[in-house]
């Protein structure tokens, strides 16, 4: 069966959340929006390119940081409105410099930074 991006449910903005998640480890890396173009983007490519709602444009991770995600595969959730990319990971996948954007837990109702720059 061909992949087919209109079979998805992107949102009313025509964006559909997609999370990271190193191809090694299984660690959860970051949460990003896709729309069909980056979706195409990074299909032709093998580089994981998102659409950045602040920007209003295409953001091929890693353009300007060189922390590049490389595509292993894409996996679809059952109900086709959120998606799961396996990816190889060079460098942080945070802008704050960590390895994933999760780096806060709340424990006994308290915030705990549980993971460090450059980690």
Same mark, same amino acid.
């Given at each position: 069966?061909?992949?087919?991006?209109?079979?998805?449910?992107y949102?009313?903005?025509?964006?559909?959340?997609?999370?990271?998640?190193?191809?090694? &480890?299984?660690?959860?890396?970051?949460?990003?929006?896709?729309?069909?173009?980056?979706?195409? *983007?990074?299909?032709e490519?093998?580089?994981? &390119?998102?659409?950045?709602?602040?920007?209003? *444009?295409?953001?091929?991770?890693?353009?300007?940081?060189?922390?590049?995600?490389?595509?292993?595969?894409?996996?679809?959730?059952?109900?086709?409105?959120?998606?799961?990319?396996?990816?190889?990971?060079?460098?942080?996948?945070?802008?704050?410099?960590?390895?994933?954007?999760?780096?806060?837990?709340?424990?006994?109702?308290?915030? *705990?930074?549980?993971?460090?720059?450059? *980690?």
């Amino acid at each position: 069966m061909t992949f087919d991006l209109t079979t998805l449910r992107y949102d009313a903005a025509g964006l559909i959340p997609a999370v990271a998640q190193d191809e090694q &480890t299984g660690e959860v890396l970051m949460l990003a929006w896709m729309n069909r173009e980056s979706l195409r *983007a990074t299909l032709e490519t093998g580089r994981v &390119t998102y659409w950045s709602r602040s920007r209003q *444009a295409l953001w091929r991770k890693g353009e300007t940081s060189g922390n590049v995600q490389h595509l292993g595969e894409i996996r679809i959730d059952c109900d086709r409105d959120s998606l799961l990319l396996i990816v190889r990971q060079e460098g942080p996948a945070c802008h704050t410099g960590r390895r994933s954007c999760f780096y806060t837990a709340v424990r006994g109702g308290d915030e *705990a930074e549980i993971m460090a720059r450059g *980690a």
